[in-house]
């Protein structure tokens, strides 16, 4: 594949997944700039896997594995340096970040989807997604059924959460 069809798929890929690579890293990051490094450093990895892209899935599955892959490696990159500026946070605790309000039940979701270990933060991403249970067994590398298990296991405790802080 040479580069100008490998730019071509990107722009398309780009086009039609973008909301896959911002759900994804609004879902990993806890604040804006990680989430424009991540998503940077997700649409890096896509362009570099288009040459390996043959064909055996749809589009949208590739983009989803490569992105929660990377998402999950940058996650293990990040946590230490996370710990670092959660330090420095204590120190400079009056530095917020200022934007348009944002639904504080759609925020709560997030944290709490946040604190999930990758493989379930991915299991709720792609279940919010739409993403059948077959599309999201063929995305993860699992079986069908261990994605409705585990799914109905994040459902009961992110409604129990959610009864516990009145939300």
Not at 5 to 13: A, K, T, V, Y
Not at 87 to 102: G, I, W, Y
Not at 143 to 152: A, D, F, P
């Amino acid at each position: 594949m040479d580069e100008s069809e490998q730019g071509s798929r990107f722009r398309e890929w780009h086009r039609e997944h973008q909301g896959i690579t911002l759900r994804i890293a609004r879902a990993t990051a806890s604040n804006l700039h990680d989430q424009e490094d991540l998503i940077q450093e997700i649409s890096l990895q896509i362009w570099n896997s288009i040459p390996n892209f043959n064909g055996n899935c749809k589009a949208s599955t590739w983009v989803y594995r490569v992105a929660l892959n990377t998402a999950i490696s940058w996650g293990r990159k990040e946590k230490s340096q996370r710990e670092k500026k959660e330090d420095l946070a204590v120190n400079l605790h009056f530095l917020k970040e200022t934007s348009e309000p944002r639904n504080a039940k759609l925020e709560w979701i997030y944290d709490q989807i946040r604190l999930f270990d990758p493989i379930d933060r991915s299991l709720m991403l792609l279940h919010l997604d739409g993403q059948s249970y077959q599309e999201t067994a063929d995305i993860l590398g699992i079986s069908e059924k261990n994605v409705g298990v585990k799914l109905s296991r994040l459902r009961k405790t992110l409604t129990k959460k959610a009864n516990d802080d009145d939300i």
